[in-house]
């Protein structure tokens, strides 16, 4: 899947400004010649986490999943990958511990169907999310039940064979914005509006929760998965993305 990405490939080190929100995506399988090197990365209590998996497949996808987080983490503040901590939030979303700058990293994970993606940004709050287009599901009913009357008027007036393209735009738009704030559902998913119209930018239109929400955050589509819809959302207004492979 990787081979179809067309992002440039990282330098060993990167030093991020507060107007750029980087993204990096890797395939799980793609990784498995390194597992074990991967898994020498992780903290001990990651390694009692992923002992206490039932699946060897969920217990790789941990072990890569927060082994290139820490190598990504670790080109970015030119820091030993091993020796990052990280701590939950309130809601659960993860972050560095404070010391040596770390704590002014930002970052966000999401993986489906053997892709992972990451967002990295400095100085303000990020959140990414990365679906694999299933051609099984209902998106109109799941629209109806999960989605805001704008979104659904939007959805419903596309033809039939682009709704699961907008769906997915609009499903992971919203995720993002989620997850970028980081307060959990305290906000639902019908309580803010997103562009999903194929071709539209990705945008955040309206929310019926903090008033300024629309002026303090905004969308970018990631581009170039096929088979998959992704989106970035930031605070702010004035952040460019950039998409890299890890290879």
């Known amino acids: 899947m990787l081979e179809l990405l067309h992002w440039p490939a990282p330098r060993e080190a990167l030093r991020l400004n507060s107007k750029e929100i980087y993204v990096w995506c890797a395939a799980v399988d793609g990784e498995s010649s390194r597992l074990e090197s991967l898994r020498q990365l992780l903290s001990p209590d990651e390694r009692e986490k992923v002992a206490r998996f039932c699946f060897q497949k969920t217990r790789e996808e941990f072990i890569v999943a927060r082994g290139l987080l820490r190598i990504i983490l670790g080109r970015c503040l030119d820091a030993n990958p091993a020796e990052l901590c990280f701590r939950l939030g309130p ?36 959140g990414v999310d990365l679906e694999r287009i299933c051609s099984e599901l209902v998106v109109e009913d799941l629209a109806a039940r999960f989605f805001s009357p704008r979104e659904n008027a939007a959805l419903l007036a596309l033809p039939k064979n682009r709704r699961r393209e907008g769906f997915f735009a609009c499903w992971t738009r919203k995720e993002a914005f989620l997850k970028a704030k980081g307060d959990g559902l305290s906000q639902p998913l019908d309580g803010f509006d997103v562009s999903l119209a194929p071709g539209e930018p990705a945008a955040l239109l309206g929310s019926r929760g903090p008033a300024r929400d629309v002026e303090r955050w905004s969308i970018r589509e990631v581009p170039s998965i096929p088979g998959y819809a992704g989106a970035v959302a930031g605070e702010g207004v004035d952040w460019e993305l950039r998409c890299r492979s890890l290879r």
């Open 91 to 126: 809601h659960g979303k993860p972050s560095l511990t404070a010391g040596s700058g770390h704590d002014a990293l930002r970052f966000n994970v999401s993986h489906s169907g053997g892709l992972i993606l990451y967002a990295v940004s400095r100085q303000r709050e990020v």
